[in-house]
């Protein structure tokens, strides 16, 4: 690991500044951020640790909606009375990611970021341009099994690995931001997350130094709450598929998808085929997918998850 300098930051608009400096990156839970400096694919000169800022409360606000605090833990998330009730999509979709000490440290900001699990993206021999700009991918051409089938491109083709994002995609979260200039931003969840293009090293719209410190849900929408996850063994893996799915009883819904692209893939204009059934909802959601030789079989995959996840919702 290379050396850095560290600081706990008081205050968030203090920690954002501090975070313009070159080489400085705020600090969580380290579940992510560190693993990836201990093999050198993260190198920050500088750590921020954000975690006593005090942004670790879930509230009600006056319009009914929940404000996640940005450092409340997936397990304190997950177990949250009203979001077990209201939002149960998110508590499925938290536990079914990681291991129970993983999530006892990962914060909600942290996920929303967490990084790749492109095996090239982890491999500082190999050519990838999300690590290294302008070097190339080498999952073109090469191992893609668990890469992404739609919304890449001739430069990246990695996903987007987190559970907890399929659900906030669903529910339409908000990222609440401050800037170092310490104005307050709202991001719409759909517009977080990036398409790769042509700078798959740039992942979401936050600014140099932006610090998120809140993700808020809009008020229930009720219906019953499904999040269905595929992967190669029953715990401790990432999705090669995950369907979070949030439908009504006259068969209408929400429905975004895991492990397909660089961010948690929703097209609304698929949802108004849910009463058909999977099928036609797939063809809509998947229209434009790209797969690979290794990953064809992600498209049957995301179909018979989907159909899988209706009609529990169905008999729910
Ligand atoms: C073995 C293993 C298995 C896993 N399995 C799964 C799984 O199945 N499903 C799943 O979804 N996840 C899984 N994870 C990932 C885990 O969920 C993430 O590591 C965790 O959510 C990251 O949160 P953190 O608080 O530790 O983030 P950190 O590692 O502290 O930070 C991650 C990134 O976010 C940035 N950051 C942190 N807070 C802020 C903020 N407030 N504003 C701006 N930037 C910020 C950091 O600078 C860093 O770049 C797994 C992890 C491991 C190690
Ligand atoms: S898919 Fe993206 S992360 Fe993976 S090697 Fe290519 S550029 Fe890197």
Known sequence: MKAFTYERAKDPVAAARAATRPGAKFLAGGTNLLDLMKIEVETPTHLIDVQDLGLDRIEKTSEGRLRIGAFVTNTALAADERVRRDYGVLSRAIVAGASGQLRNKATTAGNLLQRTRCPYFYDTNMACNKRKP???CSAIGGYS????VVGSSNDCIATNPSDMNVAMRVLDAVVETVTPQGQMRAIPIADFHRLPGNTPHVETALQPGELITAVTLPRP???THVYEKVRDRASYAFALVSVA??????GSGRVAVGGVAHKPWRVEAAEAAMPQGAKAVTAT?????????????????????LAAVISQARTA
């Open 134 to 136: 302008g070097t190339g």
């Open 145 to 148: 099994r668990q890469l992404a």
């Open 221 to 223: 929408i009720g219906g």
């Open 245 to 250: 799915a949030v439908v009504q009883k006259d």
């Open 285 to 305: 959601l998947l229209a434009d997918a790209r797969p690979t030789r290794d990953n064809a079989y992600k498209v049957p995959l995301v179909e018979r998850t």
